[in-house]
């Protein structure tokens, strides 16, 4: 198995944990989800049961160099990894247009530490793997979706890929 296959697997085993530990809480999870347009896709969906919806992208950078935003750009060591955030961005706002509600893009790092603890970049939350599931459950505290709740809705729109 390669190295970035390994990543991919060890990123897809905590999405899993995240998976379950929301599900027993009532939220509903779609997994690999093909956008209405083009080949992207998202790896996770998440609704909570007041229907805050979520994009979650699970990722594992090497441990070696610290993340970091800095002068507005993300760093991996002295890498600007900024343009990595590009498809996290397109999901969210893809799936706020079919949804109709807003969409909070989330990125679960592991392996690479984060400067400060957590990081803010245009938007986009990037959270320590072993933190996201209180980072979920603050988000379903905190906002709540006006309307019908999300979840069928997003099931039938997102078919699996």
Known sequence: MTRAAASRRSARCGACAVSRSATRE??????????????????HLLVSPGGVVIVLDSKKWSA?????VEAGRLMHGDRDVTRRLNG???EARTVARALGCPVIP???MEGAPLVGGELVLDGIRI??????VPVLRSLARRHRA???????????LFPRK
């Open 88 to 90: 996290i961005r397109h």
């Open 127 to 132: 959270v320590p793997a072993d933190r996201t």
């Open 106 to 108: 989330l990125v679960s």
């Open 146 to 156: 006006v309307g019908e709740h999300p979840g069928q809705r997003a099931a039938h």
């Open 26 to 43: 009532g939220w509903t999870v779609l997994h690999d989800r093909a956008l209405p347009t083009g080949n992207a896709n998202v790896d």
């Open 64 to 68: 070696r160099w610290p993340l970091r």
